[in-house]
């Protein structure tokens, strides 16, 4: 059997802050009072699902994961060791740039809000979209959310991965026939779910979500929902 590795870079990929703060708001946590080891847990768990999926990890991600570590350790050394050490906070500091992060993406959102409001020229037209449309951008670690959900309901014995050549290309016109016959039956959108459950092997579900990605990139699909860890559905940008 084949193998081949799919590697994917995307130039609006989220960073480890990003990722954060998904975890913080979808386990609804006080960001003063983060969990460290719940959270480490988590942080590492996306980490190794963005591995095999061969995203283009930049060193920041590993960066803050060795971060989240040291907190973790010291969290658990006794009161008295802690005392000992010098220097500044570590999860103090993390604190503290979460919260710089998350009023700085705020400020950006609400900017980007406004050029989109004003902009006069659109080479691609969005989908329309009706008030019980789905209106939030799904964010990458949306979508990684969604996959992990997926990949655990898969039957036991297709969970080891297989790798074998199967081309994105070819799951890119798979999705796009699906968003085509959708459409045919009148729907707008096909759920981002009922993509990766199509697929009966790992590495079939693997490829789909890279081609949803590359879709995305190529800025073919936008991919909304309703609310914050909402459904998914996935939308075709026409011309």
């Keep these: 059997m084949n193998q081949k590795t799919y590697d994917v870079h995307l130039e609006v990929f989220e960073g480890p802050l990003d990722l954060l703060l998904f975890l913080i708001r979808k386990n609804d946590m006080d960001i003063y009072d983060i969990p460290v080891s719940q959270i480490t847990a988590e942080y590492l768990d996306y980490i190794s699902v963005m591995k095999e999926l061969n995203l283009d990890i930049a060193g920041e991600f590993l960066v803050m994961a060795a971060t989240l570590m040291q907190i973790k350790s010291k969290t658990m050394l006794p009161s008295p060791a802690v005392e ?83 081309p994105i290309e070819q799951k890119i016109r798979e999705i796009l026939d699906l968003l085509e016959d959708s459409a045919r039956q009148g729907r707008k959108y096909i759920s981002f779910k009922d993509i990766l459950i199509r697929e009966i092997k790992r590495i079939g579900a693997v490829v789909s979500f890279l081609a949803i990605l590359e879709l995305i990139r190529l800025k073919q699909i936008v991919a909304r929902q309703s609310k914050l860890f909402g459904e998914i559905r996935i939308y075709p940008v026409t011309v």
């Design 84 to 166: 000992e050490e010098t220097g500044p906070d570590p999860r103090e500091e993390l604190v503290q740039r979460l919260l710089e992060y998350q009023k700085y993406k705020q400020v950006a959102q609400f900017l980007s809000s406004h050029e989109l409001d004003e902009q006069g020229v659109y080479y691609k037209s969005m989908p329309v979209l009706s008030e019980e449309d789905y209106l939030l951008e799904a964010t990458i670690f949306d979508l990684i959310e969604c996959f992990r959900g997926v990949l655990k309901e898969l039957p036991g014995d297709v969970k080891e991965i297989v790798y074998e050549e199967i």
